[in-house]
């Protein structure tokens, strides 16, 4: 009897799930489901996108990009409106002309509502960009485009350094990654999920002599460098002078632990465009994320790199992370495997009982739209990152 309540307890899930994740691509995208529930459970009225998962009820840049993509991708423009201009007026003041979005929004310890750190976050600052920049082609808005040049331009003025032996390389923020004060002269912290390759790509189309290129091609130098196993850190070092000079090391602040910003990598790996020259040698400098997931059946939560040891379960926002990565390795069961594991974990954060005692996981949520959005060709990255979608684009011309 038990195993037949268990038959049915999962067979429930998949069925309430089934709303949320479309077995076949669609090009309704203006329809889609997944970005439904998201609008309702985590962007309020006034624009702001809510992750309820601290006392300081906090909004974050990266919230705020994520779910304009989002946002673009389902055609929704009213919404993308909404959390552009709240983005605006609460992170960067209402000058987005001079200054970047900080990146941390929410109540302190008076009650009062309030920017808590002004620090921007380079990653989204790339994603507000490039959300404006293709909201200004495929609406044809010539204010997004404006919007998206400022935003730049602040980018490279505040983020942007120069590696002795590297190059050109994207800082996490515009203050207080360079550690000078760690009796390691010359340190930089770079966070290799703020490189979205696909993103730099469409800025070097945009911004033929910006930077881009050369930052695209250290992000994967990166990557070859610092993951032995196969593996990525959540934030890695790189050194200028002493015994290490000229290379990518160990974090001595953040240590070699990958988990929940490193997934993202997996992720931007698998939505980059097969016919980018970096799609395959990234890949290939990732394989341990196919290793551990098919021994243990899920994606590990923690990961120390240089070991390859890993512990914990992810949550289902890994297992959907990992389906563009496993597409693009070409792991069909591995596919199959996680989309079952993905869809019975959201059903579950869904169900009446869940929603009773708390907000939905707000990051697996996040998560799961950009794989699902993906695999469901309701968007793809060209080579050049341009973005297809499926409401401006025919569907023919989505598939890889």
Not at 21 to 26: F, G, L, M, T
Not at 215 to 230: C, D, E, F, H, S
Request: negative net charge; aromatic residues 12%.
């Amino acid at each position: 009897m038990s195993r037949l309540k268990a038959w049915l307890a999962g067979t429930l899930l998949l069925v309430l799930s089934s709303s949320l994740v479309q077995a076949a691509p669609r090009c309704d995208s203006s329809l889609w489901p997944l970005w439904q529930t998201f609008r309702e459970h985590f962007v309020q009225p006034d624009g702001r996108v809510l992750d309820a998962s601290t006392p300081q009820q906090h909004s974050s840049s990266e919230g705020q990009s994520y779910a304009m993509f989002f946002a673009l991708v389902a055609n929704d423009r009213s919404s993308f409106d909404l959390m552009w201009r709240w983005a605006q007026n609460n992170l960067a003041g209402d000058d987005i002309a001079h200054k970047l979005p900080g990146w941390f929004w929410g109540k302190d310890e008076q009650g009062v509502w309030r920017l808590l750190d002004d620090n921007s976050a380079s990653d989204a600052d790339l994603w507000f960009a490039y959300a404006l920049f293709e909201a200004g082609r495929l609406w044809q808005d010539q204010r997004y485009t404006e919007a998206a040049r400022q935003l730049l331009t602040n980018i490279k003025a505040q983020e942007i350094e120069t590696l002795p032996g590297l190059g050109k390389m994207l800082m996490p923020g515009f203050r207080g990654f360079i550690k000078p004060d760690l009796n390691q002269p010359d340190l930089w912290q770079l966070n290799p999920s703020y490189l979205p390759v696909p993103l730099l790509r469409r800025l070097a189309v945009v911004d033929g002599n910006g930077p881009w290129t050369e930052i695209a091609n250290n992000t994967l130098t990166l990557m070859q460098a610092v993951g032995p196993k196969g593996f990525i850190a959540d934030w890695v070092s790189y050194r200028a002078s002493g015994a290490d000079q000229g290379q990518f090391i160990v974090d001595p602040v953040k240590g070699e632990l990958g988990s929940y910003d490193a997934i993202r990598v997996y992720l931007w790996a698998g939505i980059t465009a097969a016919e980018d020259p970096l799609a395959r040698p990234m890949l290939a400098a990732l394989n341990g994320m196919s290793v551990a997931t098919v021994q243990s059946g899920v994606p590990p939560e923690k990961i120390q790199t240089r070991s390859g040891a890993f512990s914990a379960q992810g949550g289902f926002g890994f297992s959907a992370a990992l389906l563009p990565y496993f597409q693009a390795l070409g792991n069909t069961a591995q596919v199959d495997a996680q989309t079952l594991r993905f869809r019975q974990g959201m059903a579950q954060s869904l169900t009446p009982e869940a929603l009773k005692a708390a907000q939905p996981p707000y990051y697996h949520f996040v998560l799961s739209l950009f794989a699902l959005g993906h695999i469901e060709k309701r968007y793809r990255m060209d080579a050049d990152g341009l973005l297809q979608t499926a409401w401006g684009t025919p569907c023919a011309r989505l598939a890889p």
